[in-house]
């Protein structure tokens, strides 16, 4: 899951905020789509000591390496981000029950947590 959100415009690119959304992390690895594909945000991953498991961009002139297997996890967390769009709509619907927002949405929570300690054990195991 992510450490940190940062909202932005819907025209705002993902890549431009990557400095501030890992600035100071603690991490082995930055798993990233070939979106954050940049010589700022991998010289900034080094710079942490994080290894940049990013796929690069077909127009690189340089193509570079990347792990593969491990870049494969990076779906866990799309799944995790799907899981709460699909209770978005629920949670934020108008009702007669002012309290249904609130009922929904801890409901997500608990379904999402759920989720991630299934998804988790089961990537331990295979790794184990």
């Known amino acids: 899951m992510p450490v940190r959100v940062f909202i932005t415009q819907g025209t705002t690119a993902d890549c431009t905020q990557a400095d501030r959304l890992i600035e100071g992390l603690d991490a082995d690895y930055l798993l990233a789509d070939r979106g954050y594909d940049s010589n ?4 900034q991953a080094r ?17 570079r390496s ?15 981000f799907l899981h709460i769009k699909r209770w978005r709509g629920i949670a934020t619907r108008y009702a007669k029950n002012r309290f249904f927002p609130c009922r929904c949405t801890n409901q997500m929570y608990r379904s999402l947590g759920k989720y991630l300690v299934t998804t988790l054990s089961k990537c331990d195991r295979s790794q184990g």
């Open 40 to 43: 700022a945000i991998i010289e």
């Open 66 to 80: 990347y792990d593969k297997e491990l870049y494969k996890l990076r779906h866990l967390v799309e799944n995790a």
């Open 47 to 63: 710079k942490q000591g994080m290894e940049a498991i990013i796929p690069p961009k077909k127009n690189r002139t340089a193509q």
